[in-house]
């Protein structure tokens, strides 16, 4: 009779892993969806677009610019003229006379020497540059999230789907113990051990179904979508083997290709970049102007004209004093590039912790996965033995149920670690600055 109980309970357990996967949204499925719906990553993105334009703000400090001016006007005047009559006799005459004066000009300004305009044009190409490396680490991290949220309601689904298994096992131990204790083989003591551990796994059951309703909820408020049923570990599962193997290479790689510091040097430059733009503001600017002008009754003396002025050449500003400003701001803007200089070295520091631990998690999750792979092959040979133990006489109620939860631990830790591993490869990758889109494809093969 207890060992029909195991068969079912090993039956139900294999069914309830297995559950939902017909129509499942599979890793890749979930990523693409966070690419399009997760709130953050749309976020980084318009920032990376917005930061593109920054090249051609840059660039039209350097470039002609063209302006046009047109205006009309209705005019009432007052005109006293003081003369002679014809005898000489000092004379006086008033007109009002009544016009419409019109101004139409167009001016091309061309920079010949503008400092100012020649950093903006860097600062421009180097923020552009630093939007995209600032993407790439957004991408990054859209990229861990996801999947550590896929793989967070896969665990949680494994608790729910083992706390389940456990319970009604316990559930189906209680008849069990209750049937031979009536007929007069069985004890209270067992059944007291059974109901306490029925009471346990009631409350580890519910436990588990929160913990999986929050891990969804998180999933869809990535994904953007409700994510239904969601792949599962395949069978076989073999974890590969990072390479390279030393922290030390990885660091030389995290150093060269890491996302976030190449956005944070940008900074710097752009910063450095910052300090010679301000003090361009104490060099002179020179200016290449052509205008063109036509006008009609444009003044009072020339109401009864019409004119048209071509003009052309060179206009030279000198800034001389300007209250202490310029220096003031040049002196921010070396604040302000020792302070970005500080930011990448303490930058540096959090990306090599990261990839240390990123690095000794994967290390440590192969030899785990191993001994967790040999815990459960054991546990399910304990039970094996306990059974038929107790049907020799030799082991007790309490021994079957100690060898049952032991066996559902490792399950549970199983999982647990090879989903550990997968998004410890992902946070290394990360971290060196060499995670795409391909490795998101290597760790969804995992999954069936």
Not at 147 to 152: I, T
Not at 303 to 316: A, D, E, K, S
Not at 352 to 375: P, Q
Request: hydrophobic residues 40%.
């Amino acid at each position: 009779m207890v060992g029909t109980m195991m068969k079912r309970g090993v039956v139900a357990l294999a069914v309830a892993l297995a559950a939902g996967q017909a129509g499942a949204v599979t890793l890749q499925q979930a990523y693409e969806a966070a690419l399009k719906n997760d709130p953050t990553y749309r976020m980084s993105f318009y920032d990376k677009e917005a930061a593109q334009e920054n090249r051609i703000i840059g660039r039209s400090y350097l470039m002609p610019s063209v302006s046009a001016s047109l205006s009309s006007s209705r005019n009432v005047a007052d005109i006293d003229n003081m003369g002679t009559d014809i005898l000489g006799r000092p004379a006086r005459s008033i007109t009002h006379p009544r016009y419409i004066s019109r101004s139409n000009v167009v001016q091309l300004r061309q920079p010949i020497l503008n400092l100012d305009g020649v950093a903006r044009y860097r600062q421009g190409k180097v923020q552009a540059q630093q939007g995209e490396a600032a993407f790439a680490a957004g991408t990054d991290e859209v990229t861990v999230r996801v999947v550590s949220a896929y793989m967070d309601a896969l665990f949680a689904d494994d608790q729910v789907a083992l706390s389940k298994v456990s319970r009604d096992m316990y559930l189906e131990m209680m008849k069990v113990n209750q049937r031979l204790f009536e007929k007069g083989e069985g004890t209270k003591t067992d059944m007291l051990e059974t109901q306490a551990r029925l009471d346990l796994a009631e409350a580890q059951l519910t436990e588990a179904k929160d913990n999986a309703v929050a891990a969804r909820e998180t999933l869809a408020g990535i994904i953007g979508m409700d994510p239904g049923p969601l792949d599962r570990l395949g069978d076989g599962f073999k974890p590969a083997t990072a390479q390279p193997g030393t922290f030390e290479d990885w660091e030389k790689i995290a150093r060269e290709h890491n996302h976030e510091l190449a956005a944070a040097r940008l900074a710097t430059e752009n910063a450095r970049l910052d300090i010679d733009r301000n003090r361009a503001g104490h060099y002179p600017r020179v200016d290449f102007v052509a205008a063109y002008s036509k006008g009609d009754a444009e003044s009072i003396n020339t109401y009864t004209q019409n004119t048209v002025n071509r003009t052309i050449g060179v206009q030279v500003s000198i800034p001389i004093y300007q209250g202490g400003a310029i220096n003031a701001t040049t002196r921010q803007a070396a604040a302000n590039y020792a302070r970005a200089q500080a930011d990448v070295d303490a930058r540096t520091s959090k990306v090599l912790v990261e990839l240390r631990k990123a690095h000794s998690l994967v290390m440590s999750s192969v030899h785990k996965i191993e001994a967790l792979e040999k815990a459960v092959a054991s546990g399910k040979l304990l039970m094996t033995a306990t059974e038929q133990s107790i049907k020799g006489g030799v082991r007790i109620n309490l021994d079957l149920l100690n060898a049952q939860q032991q066996l559902y631990t490792s399950q549970r830790d199983l999982a647990q670690a090879r989903y550990t591993y997968m998004i410890g490869l992902l946070r290394l990758r990360a971290a060196a600055g060499t995670l795409d889109s391909s490795a998101v494809r290597e760790v969804a093969a995992y999954f069936r």
